[in-house]
């Protein structure tokens, strides 16, 4: 495996900026990552990779963030998605999934914290065939147990941590379910293939996407616009520093770290 895969070199450099920022405990990431290493441990994650990398050739890979513009966006554009869906890799941001799937689109992949779909959503994407990331932290332990039948016996899981690594459970990168997935996907993927990113809101509102008990957009809060600053500070690490071409599309926050497309 891809040591950059397995360890992202400037994992541990944005881990203590993380826990600078929100005071996150260590010690309840690694009981996170080693509750994940005793579901997943006979379970080796090359196959899955080699899965993903099989899948996206020569298709354009959209990403879906679970922010306010996604739904309007993929209404747009679900006829095309649909029409020629074998030319599109779509990966789904945790609760963007319940988006995709309420237009009738399964995505590729799904990267998830467990807390914006619930089990049987889970369950009905990868019977769909999708692939998911997990990633297993501090606050979402009892989300791993409640889960626990799928972290346990499905092929096609990929499993994190955003401390040190134990394999299969890997970090590739990332912080917020909207970034690992472009971090994951940058080891697999050549670096000419661009990210066409969807539905990241950056200011204003949280989706209501976000949490499977919201019904309707809601307020931004402290918490979450930082971490949706260092969100857009990963974005700018795989732009600056490993040359990925990142275009977001009808992002209605638009700025000059970014490339935009209407």
Not at 17 to 39: E, M, P, T
Not at 129 to 154: E, M, V, Y
């Amino acid at each position: 495996m891809d040591s950059n895969l397995l360890e992202y070199p400037n994992a541990a450099i944005w881990y203590q900026k993380i826990r600078d920022v929100f005071d996150f405990d260590q010690n309840n990431d690694i009981i996170a990552r080693d509750l994940l290493y005793s579901l997943r441990k006979n379970i080796p994650v090359e196959n899955v990779i080699n899965s993903l990398q099989n899948r996206f050739k020569k298709k354009n890979l959209i990403f879906c963030g679970a922010g306010p513009s996604l739904q309007p966006i993929l209404t747009i554009m679900v006829q095309i998605l649909e029409k020629h869906r074998e030319n599109f890799f779509i990966i789904a941001a945790d609760g963007a999934t319940r988006c995709l799937n309420e237009l009738t689109l399964y995505p590729d992949l799904i990267v998830s914290d467990l807390d914006g779909i619930t089990p049987d959503q889970l369950q009905n994407n990868l019977n769909s065939g999708c692939i998911a990331s997990i990633l297993g932290h501090g606050d979402n332990i009892p989300n791993i147990h409640r889960f626990k039948p799928i972290l346990q016996t499905s092929p096609n899981l990929i499993c994190t941590t955003q401390t040190t690594s134990r394999y299969p459970i890997i970090n590739p990168g990332g912080f917020t379910d909207g970034d690992r997935g472009p971090f994951l996907l940058h080891h697999i993927i050549p670096s000419n293939y661009p990210f066409y990113m969807i539905g990241y809101d950056f200011e204003d509102k949280i989706g209501k996407y976000s949490k499977p008990n919201l019904s309707i957009d809601q307020p931004m809060t402290d918490f979450k616009r930082k971490k949706l600053k260092i969100s857009q500070d990963l974005f700018d690490e795989l732009q600056q520093n490993h040359s990925r071409n990142l275009i977001f599309i009808n992002s209605p926050q638009q700025c000059e770290r970014f490339n935009f497309m209407n």
